[in-house]
């Protein structure tokens, strides 16, 4: 595994855990591109990439990532990921995610996430049930 590779994987989460899209976009080349596999053309350069992560936070404004499984390579990343949170429809929010990361020069060049999209949806349209 390679340590560079980790340690960049480990301030990217926290930027993504803290909602900084600001943050998170400095971790990124500038030619970069995000691309959230969910029928959604792909985020590309900085300032599309800060917007996408902006959006996803005024989605589900509590959002939590809970890590399931990580490997590192030396130029990549891919991860698991448990989301949870409340979304902007007052729904509970609790879906799979994988992200899929290559590194270029110390920097993220391309993140693919695929997200369970029946889940996501579901939680973006339901109302919050009434107990």
């Keep these: 595994m390679s340590e560079s590779t980790r340690e960049l994987f480990e301030r990217y989460h926290a930027c993504w855990a803290d909602h900084a899209p600001d943050r998170?976009?400095?971790l990124h080349?500038?030619?970069?591109?995000?691309?959230?596999?969910?029928?959604?053309?792909?985020?590309?350069?900085?300032?599309?990439?800060?917007?996408?992560?902006?959006e996803t936070f005024a989605l589900v404004p509590d959002l939590k990532f809970a890590l399931v499984n990580l490997r590192v390579g030396?130029?990549?990343?891919v991860v698991q990921w448990n989301l949870t949170g409340t979304s902007i429809t007052g729904a509970a929010v609790d879906v799979d995610l994988a992200d899929v990361v290559f590194v270029e020069n110390g920097a993220v060049k391309e993140k693919h996430s695929y997200v369970d999209g029946v889940a996501m949806q579901a939680a973006m349209s339901a109302p919050a049930e009434i107990a």
């Design 74 to 77: 030396e130029d990549f990343w």
């Design 24 to 26: 998170i976009v400095e």
């Design 29 to 54: 080349t500038p030619d970069s591109v995000f691309h959230l596999h969910s029928g959604r053309e792909p985020a590309r350069g900085r300032e599309e990439i800060r917007a996408a992560a902006a």
